[in-house]
């Protein structure tokens, strides 16, 4: 089946990522409101249980919330833009059914409390949820980004910040091993999906819009 969508710009852009943001909101935390059975309580690794919890790197998690729509507004071109977006839609279409079919949960650490550490941490666990745990959706997202920065020619940036998100998921225990390996198939799952599912209206050359 074939969907056919606005393409996005610079134009709208903006509108995009609003819409988008809400659509995330409402898929991600409505998933968890609504499971279909008991939330499983995944159980970590030998290599989950080496790493070691590290409370600051709250603030390299939380980056994700930057990285995904600067990726975004930042892509080589509309087409690239366009797909980033919506193969980010799709991967949290996809994930939250996971989350409602299959919901998982991890035990909360006991998180610092003090300084402006502690106060980002407070506003992960009030907006947050201790479940939607496999696939890694924070990793999902976060990668979906550094394609879009690679094709974009930012190779470095491609590959270090999604990676040190990806990190940080298991050194705030938000997650374990497995939801990363989870996060990274469903990223690149969504990135080839994207434009065989969905297709947009092509820009047209200057001089038929000049025509126009």
Known sequence: MIVFVPRLST???GRALLLGYLAFC???????????????????????AAIPF???????????F???????????DDADRTRTFYSMLLATCVAATVFMLWPTGLERPQAPSSGLTGMAWAALYFTDTPGNCLPSLHVA?????GAALWRRGWRAAALAWP??????TLTTKQHVAWDVAGGLALAAAAWIATPRLFRHERAQPARHAARA
């Open 66 to 76: 930057v990285l995904t729509p600067a990726a975004i507004v930042l892509a080589r």
């Open 11 to 13: 134009a709208n852009v």
């Open 26 to 48: 409402f898929l991600y935390l409505g998933a968890a409101a609504l499971p279909l059975r008991a939330r499983l309580a995944l159980e970590p690794s030998a290599l989950d």
């Open 163 to 168: 990676a040190l998100i990806a990190l940080s």
């Open 54 to 64: 590290v409370g600051w790197t709250i603030w390299v998690y939380i980056t994700q």
């Open 141 to 145: 997202l976060a990668s979906l980004a």
